[in-house]
């Protein structure tokens, strides 16, 4: 089979945004509330961890520390026993920490307000050298933050995008990110993100995906693995999935 062109993938890209876009609600952009530097320790502390640790991990490190610079000043000891509740508290507390002092030396300031000047690979150049940041969270920080074009890739959305075939068979999430970049519509990747991670979660699941009712199955290039009769995907509430 011929490797996709450019313009191909792309219009395949064009096809999969309308098909989710019928599936699932409209999304709007809407903005997390923090500033960057809170968003950016607070995706930090997300990854390999739930939605509901990562909360309480954050919490438990906004209570145990009144500022940013406290906690910049923390030895990595009691950094860590304030967000272990997140997961790898040894290793996201020293990543918190070196963001820190990286940012007071390099800015003079703790803040991570210069990201809204920047795309992801500006972000990934000026900031993705440090530990536990990499361009998922550079993405999920421009989206949810500054409403950028910026798409994060996280389990879900790279296994639909694989399966799609809108991003070669050997392609890794990290690469995914500039993959996808080059196909998406200007102003879709916040809807596109929404909708993917969605599917990926209730249709297109990792291991047993149903594909008996998978309205993109002209466009997939995944083994179909689950017949017809099997019991159906959970169903979300209203007419449409939210």
């Known amino acids: 089979m011929a490797t996709p062109t450019r313009p191909e993938l792309k219009r395949k890209t064009r096809r999969v945004i309308s098909v989710l876009s019928s599936l699932f609600r409209p999304v709007r952009w809407r903005p997390d509330g923090r500033d960057p530097l809170s968003s950016l320790i607070l995706t930090m502390l997300s990854q390999n961890t739930t939605d509901?640790?990562?909360?309480l991990a954050y919490?438990?490190?906004?209570?145990?520390?009144?500022?940013?610079?406290?906690?910049?000043?923390?030895?990595?000891?009691a950094i860590e026993k304030?967000?272990?509740?997140?997961?790898?508290?040894?290793?996201?507390?020293?990543?918190?920490?070196?963001l820190l002092r990286w940012l007071k030396k390099t800015h003079g300031e703790l803040s991570a307000d210069f990201l809204k000047d920047l795309d992801l690979k500006g972000a990934?150049?000026?900031?993705?050298?440090l530990k536990g940041i990499g361009p998922k969270t550079l993405s999920v920080v421009l989206m949810f933050t500054f409403e950028k074009d910026a798409f994060?890739?996280?389990?879900?959305?790279h296994r639909v995008c694989l399966r799609l075939g809108l991003i070669?068979?050997?392609?890794?999430?990290?690469?995914?990110?500039?993959?996808?970049?080059?196909l998406l519509p200007p102003g879709k990747a916040y809807s596109t993100h929404i909708h993917m991670w969605k599917f990926g979660k209730y249709?297109?699941?990792?291991?047993?995906?149903?594909?008996w009712e998978c309205p993109l199955m002209k466009e997939c290039v995944y083994p179909l693995k689950n017949l017809p009769g099997e019991k159906s995907a959970p169903r979300l509430r209203g007419k449409r999935r939210s």
């Open 168 to 182: 070669p068979e050997n392609c890794s999430a990290a690469k995914a990110h500039f993959e996808m970049a080059a």
């Open 152 to 157: 994060p890739v996280d389990t879900h959305v």
């Open 203 to 211: 249709i297109c699941q990792a291991r047993k995906p149903h594909c």
């Open 82 to 98: 304030a967000i272990r509740p997140g997961g790898l508290a040894g290793q996201k507390s020293r990543r918190i920490r070196d």
């Open 59 to 77: 919490g438990r490190l906004r209570e145990r520390f009144s500022s940013w610079e406290d906690v910049m000043r923390a030895s990595p000891r």
């Open 52 to 55: 509901a640790n990562r909360d």
């Open 124 to 129: 990934q150049k000026v900031i993705g050298h």
